[in-house]
């Protein structure tokens, strides 16, 4: 196995632990979590905006660490950092703990994302940088995937399903250890704040809007299916299974961007999105719609990820590391915002109306543009 497809499978493996555990399998968790700590929607809400931020705060960190200290020993406490913050939520106690335990485990995912970037950079010819970065940003389904049939096996036990997730990040960060390389192109860069040109802003708009809109499956969708169809465990369960299957197509985006350009595929995968959420939250929903708007939720989101990705890193093709925290930072922001926000408006107005508007900040992410310092499609072959 070449060193690049080694590192490639050890990003893929990472990113699903700390993203698939320890960020996303809180929405899946949820309605036991808030039967035995008797949480509010609202205050679910801040609970899963708070991992949000602690993804916020640790990408930023992430990137200036990666740009100093090299790839090897970020990846490695973004593994560690998942561990600690996912035993933390096994064993919390009380709302209070529980929510410091999510910002944590939140924050692991900033953490692992932009060494990961910086080592593709080093590691890996530069005509195959989109799709190994994509690959490995498709992990995020993988981990999704897994999570689903665990809360299927243990029912209701969260806190044992979250432990045993502590245990795999745990065995991720020797992984890392074994095969992401020490020093980075990154590292050669002088630091400070990338020129916010009208290339980066575009896609600062364009992710904010996208990554609010998706807390209204990734924070409140076993939520919304348990209210719109009386699902319990097993059909959140397989409806986080479906998310998490199609969200491995994501894995093409990379392939999809340089065929057809970044603009395209921005705007096809964001209707699809949009599509997502209906098809899952509102009232006119059933189990089939509910499974087959988690399939698309999942294949879009993963791939809308991976062009923010490639848009990022294609800006600042000398600082990778920056280019792909300045896009997942600004997702994780929308998120932020987003997730506290549709708790909020659940608890006073019906949820179809939460799960429209939403959809709508979807769509209207497409309104910002690449622009013309992204690469176009390829030409065709005469």
Not at 332 to 343: D, E, K, R, S, W
Request: include cysteine.
């Amino acid at each position: 196995m070449s060193p690049s497809v080694y590192l490639g499978a050890a990003g893929f493996g990472l990113i699903a632990v700390c993203y698939g555990f320890a960020r996303f399998a809180f929405g899946l968790f949820l309605p036991q979590i808030d039967t035995d700590l008797a949480l509010t929607p609202t205050l679910s809400g801040f609970i899963s905006g708070g991992s949000f931020l602690g993804y916020c705060l640790a990408i930023i960190l992430s990137a200036y660490l990666t740009e100093r200290i090299g790839a090897r020993a970020v990846a490695i406490g973004a593994a560690l950092v998942a561990a600690v913050g996912m035993a933390g939520i096994a064993t919390a106690p009380s709302p209070l703990l529980l929510a410091s335990a999510v910002m944590l485990a939140g924050s692991s995912t900033g953490l692992a994302s932009p060494p990961m970037a910086a080592a593709v950079a080093t590691a890996v010819r530069r005509d195959r940088q989109s799709a190994t970065n994509t690959i490995i940003n498709a992990g995020t389904s993988a981990g999704v995937v897994l999570s689903g049939p665990v809360a299927l096996l243990m029912g209701g036990q969260w806190r044992l399903a979250f432990a045993c997730f502590a245990v795999a990040a745990f065995v991720m960060a020797v992984v890392a250890a074994l095969s992401v390389p020490s020093g980075t192109k990154a590292t050669q860069v002088s630091g400070g704040l990338p020129p916010f040109n009208s290339v980066i802003m575009r896609l600062i708009a364009a992710a904010f809007l996208m990554g609010a809109s998706s807390t209204a499956i990734w924070s409140f969708g076993g939520k919304l299916v348990a209210l719109q169809l009386g699902w319990g465990n097993t059909g959140a369960g397989l409806l986080w299974i479906a998310i998490g299957t199609a969200g491995i197509m994501g894995a093409g985006a990379g392939t999809l961007v340089t065929r057809f350009g970044i603009d395209r595929v921005h705007w096809l995968f964001l209707g699809v999105l949009a599509a997502g959420i209906i098809l899952v939250g509102t009232s006119a929903t059933t189990p089939l719609l509910a499974i087959v708007g988690g399939m698309l939720f999942g294949a879009a989101y993963i791939m809308v990820t991976g062009v923010y990705l490639v848009w990022g890193v294609t800006a600042l093709p000398d600082r990778p590391a920056t280019g792909l925290m300045i896009g997942f930072l600004t997702i994780a922001i929308g998120q932020t915002a987003g997730a506290p926000l549709f708790g909020f408006l659940m608890d006073r107005l019906p949820p179809d109306y939460a799960v429209l508007g939403f959809a709508c900040l979807a769509l209207t992410a497409g309104l910002a543009r690449a622009g013309s310092a992204i690469p176009k499609p390829a030409p065709k072959a005469i």
